[in-house]
């Protein structure tokens, strides 16, 4: 019965103890006293896990800042239920961590600040609703509108080369077809390929040269054999495996297959390019007084780059919209339209719209 | 001739860690218990006892290539880290200070009852798993008497009666060592 009420009050005291880990040792009898001294003592365990963390934490490859000596405080056993928030800021837990008191006016300033500029701007914006202006824009296929025609502006066409020192030489270009396989060559660099395949450009099968010999750019007043200054394969100064100063598959100046012959339009196998960035444009001053609005129609090229090339007007709206428009659209990007997989230029219009609300 | 012996090691072990930092923790098991005893008995407070430990061994680690072996036990350098890690986190001085001779004491590893508490985490160690168990659920991570009997599926009687003998057997072993003291 004796040992059973020791076993109790020891309990107790412990139980004093454990919730007052800074109070003096309860008083208690003297068959007890030694004891509760120990517990008094046990107050202070270090956490089960404790020593362990510690241990594999000093194993772990030191920082670089330890590495100079300067030692990192752990804080690897510190109870996130007993942790104030922002304890030295609040006042709590003071010379736990090291503050400087310039570094907390500072912040509590820039933050001041922040919160000032966000209330302001709300304040500003609502304070200012006629000038909030929200433009749509759509893009769609050029051949759905009707445009007028551009006059006297060369198309598309192709072009290539293989850096010869010459510029290409005369000659006629080889037979047009739906896709190419080969590019074109006055000098042939493998006389004796494997599987020989018949060169072509890229353009309507339909239309044909009048025979001329040898292989060339029909342009060109060379006689000397060369494939041209140009890169990619092909004949002439340009690039893309066709013949001239272009840059694809066809033959001419400009862009896209055929002849001298635009660049190409979707539908029809060619894919329509995807806006990934498109900053709206912004509402010029004098439209903005005026509170004019309405719809800017602008003719795009968009080439195989993803970038908007060849801006023009197609429908004007004035008071400096439009310029705000062109502005606008050239900084666009496009994922360009695709055709049998590769990327190509194709004529587009883009719809502005300024509205006013 | 145990405690030449001792030091001899000792300073083997250092030499050993300060060419390879992963020999460390040998020196840290050996100085753990002395370390923590003499930091929770400064700072009263388990949280903040864990934290300056850390502190005191991750210093010891950063810059155990400036140590030199002089004759004093390693622990009289951990103590000594210690006390200026402590002498740095408190923030008024005059409060909490860590008197120069504490200091003194604290370098040469001599301090009041330092031994003692010392003895006890390393007893704490010996004891039967269960009475380890008991003691370390219901003082290190504060569970109530009811908690830990459900833990071990046991009575509530049970539990404290295992308390109490752990207690018991502690006290038995601190009066024997003192007794018969252990040369180190």
């Known amino acids: 019965m004796t040992t059973l009420s020791s076993i109790d009050r020891l309990d107790h005291a412990i139980d004093f103890l454990v919730a007052h880990p800074q109070a003096a040792l309860p008083p208690v009898e003297d068959d007890i006293s030694e004891l509760v001294e120990i517990a008094g003592e046990l107050r202070y365990l270090p956490r089960t896990e404790f020593k362990l963390r510690l241990r594999a934490e000093l194993q772990e490859p030191a920082p670089a800042s330890q590495a100079h000596g300067a030692a990192q405080p752990s804080r690897l056993a510190r109870r996130e239920d007993a942790e104030p928030i922002l304890p030295t800021l609040l006042g709590l837990g003071g010379g736990a961590y090291p503050l400087q008191r310039s570094s907390v006016a500072l912040s509590f300033v820039l933050h001041a600040a922040a919160v000032v500029l966000i209330a302001s701007s709300g ?59 080969t590019p074109p060559a006055v000098v042939l660099r493998n006389p004796e390929p494997k599987l020989p395949v018949e060169a072509t450009v890229i353009g309507p099968p339909q239309l044909t040269f009048s025979p001329q010999s040898p292989t060339g750019d029909p342009l060109s007043a060379l006689l000397t054999p060369s494939n041209g200054a140009g890169s990619g394969g ?34 029809g196998g060619v894919s329509e390019p995807r806006i990934i960035y498109d900053p709206d444009p912004e509402f010029s001053e004098e439209a903005r007084k005026a509170k004019y609005q309405g719809v800017v129609v602008l003719s795009v090229i968009v080439g195989p780059d993803g970038r908007p090339h060849d801006i023009r007007v197609a429908r004007s709206l004035g008071m400096g ?37 | 001739m145990t405690a030449i012996a001792n030091g001899i090691d000792e300073q083997l072990l250092v030499e050993a860690a300060q060419l390879d930092p992963g020999r460390f923790a040998e020196l840290y098991e050996n100085n753990f218990n002395r370390v923590y005893a003499y930091v929770a008995h400064r700072v009263r407070d388990r949280d903040e006892a864990e934290d300056v430990t850390a502190e005191v061994f991750h210093q010891a680690l950063a810059n ?7 004759g004093v036990p390693f622990v009289g350098w951990l103590l000594g880290i210690a006390a200026n890690v402590l002498a740095s986190r408190w923030r008024h001085p005059s409060e ?23 003895l006890l985490l390393q007893l704490l160690e010996t004891l039967p798993a269960d009475q380890r168990y008991v003691l370390a659920r219901r003082f290190a991570d504060q569970r109530s008497v009811r908690e830990i009997a459900q833990e071990l599926g ?10 109490f003998r752990a207690v018991q057997t502690l006290r038995a072993r601190v009066r024997g060592t003192h007794d018969h003291p252990v040369v180190h």
Do not use: C
């Open chain 1, 123 to 181: 304040f500003w914006l609502t304070q200012h609703r006629q000038q909030l202006t929200h433009q749509v824009t759509t893009i769609f296929s050029a051949s759905d509108y009707a445009l007028p025609v551009a006059p006297g502006k060369a198309g598309g066409g192709g072009g290539g080369g293989d850096g010869d020192k010459l510029a290409a030489s005369k000659g006629t270009p080889p037979r047009f077809a739906r896709e190419q396989l």
């Open chain 1, 234 to 267: 092909g004949i002439g100064s340009g690039s893309g495996g066709g013949v001239g100063s272009g840059h694809d598959a066809g033959v001419g100046p400009g862009w896209g297959g055929g002849i001298g012959g635009g660049v190409y339009r979707v539908g």
């Open chain 1, 321 to 357: 919209l439009d310029e705000k428009a062109i502005e606008a659209v050239n900084k666009w990007r496009f994922v360009p339209s695709m055709k049998d997989g590769r990327p190509v230029p194709v004529e587009v219009n883009i719809e502005v719209h300024f509205r006013l609300y």
């Open chain 2, 64 to 70: 155990l290539g400036k140590f030199e072996w002089r």
């Open chain 2, 96 to 118: 909490r200070e860590v008197p120069a001779e504490a200091m003194e004491r604290a370098e040469t590893g001599v301090e009041d009852g330092m031994e003692r508490r010392t």
């Open chain 2, 154 to 163: 046991r009575s509530e009687g049970a539990v404290k009666q295992l308390q």
